[in-house]
């Protein structure tokens, strides 16, 4: 009996922990549906908010002021999106090689702008909005490129950087790599442009407007040498055969229908 009794003990105590276990489960479960992005402009009316996933370290197109606020280019028209929802912009911080695509098809997060390319490979898994920015990947390096850099001229020998998960890193394991150039690959943007200034690489592949933002913000730090490496264009980034690609299409049509569009290109990017 005493056995009977102590095995009683023991399947009650059981049964308590897994119900805690099963509430605890149901609440985390919970929360997750709550944070989750949605897939639909439905979904987007109902919970009221628009998430956006972005790597904050994009200039002009997505970065902290000095205030601590996330601003830039992708940044309002991202915020137009939302008011032609009827919803609130919710910006969340993901670094680029978690955001694309991982934080759009997980549903992380609703929609993806960080200066993503569209391109066929990335088009079969997610959708993409309309082009909204025609921009091109260049060289960026230490102002009056003490190092030589040229491209297409001579590249053999010389580490460029790029950063994880880019177009930049794909055109240069493509087309640098065999032909001699050493690619060093970088989570962060930021730790790059600090080894172009250091002269521990040569160049480090980055986006055109970048380079003119790095120009006006640090003067005398920066240049860009060589030639276009090559010309993209930017799209918004939906999970695949959602409709908020087309409500994402009809804003920017109404942005530039408007003259609103050329006025966010004369705030963040037209050099004055």
């Known amino acids: 009996m005493g056995l009977v009794r102590n095995v009683g003990r023991r399947l009650n105590r059981y049964s308590g922990w897994m119900k805690r276990l099963s509430a605890a489960l149901l609440l985390v479960l919970a929360s997750i549906s709550c944070s989750a992005g949605a897939a639909s402009v439905a979904e987007v009316k109902k919970k009221g908010t628009l998430v956006l996933g972005t790597d904050p370290t994009f200039a002009p197109f997505e970065f902290k002021g000095s205030d601590g606020q996330v601003q ?22 993901v670094g680029f090689g978690a955001l694309m695509p991982q934080a759009v098809t997980s549903g992380r997060v609703d929609v993806a702008m ?3 390319t569209i391109t066929p490979e990335r088009a079969t898994v997610v959708t993409f909005s309309q082009p909204y920015y025609r921009s091109a990947q260049v060289f960026i390096v230490r102002s009056g490129n003490p190092g030589k850099f040229t491209w297409p001229a001579d590249v053999k020998g010389k580490t460029v950087g790029v950063q994880a998960n880019t177009t930049g890193q794909y055109a240069a394991e493509q087309t ?3 032909r001699g150039a050493t690619i060093k690959v970088y989570d962060d943007f930021a730790a790059g442009l600090a080894d172009v ?3 521990r690489i040569a160049a480090l592949i980055g986006d055109a407007p970048t380079v003119n933002d790095l120009k006006k913000r640090l003067p005398g730090q920066f240049d860009k040498a060589g030639a276009v490496l090559v010309a993209e264009d930017y ?18 049509a109404r942005l530039k229908r408007s003259g609103e569009y050329q006025k966010l290109l004369n705030k963040w990017i037209v050099q004055k």
């Open 114 to 116: 960080s200066g993503i």
């Open 235 to 252: 799209g918004m980034v939906f999970r695949k055969g959602s409709d908020l690609a087309a409500a994402a299409n009809r804003t920017l």
């Open 176 to 178: 640098l790599k065999p």
């Open 197 to 199: 200034r250091s002269g």
């Open 72 to 93: 830039g280019f992708d940044i309002d028209i991202a915020r137009a999106v939302a008011h032609d929802l009827g919803v609130r912009l919710e910006i969340r911080p």
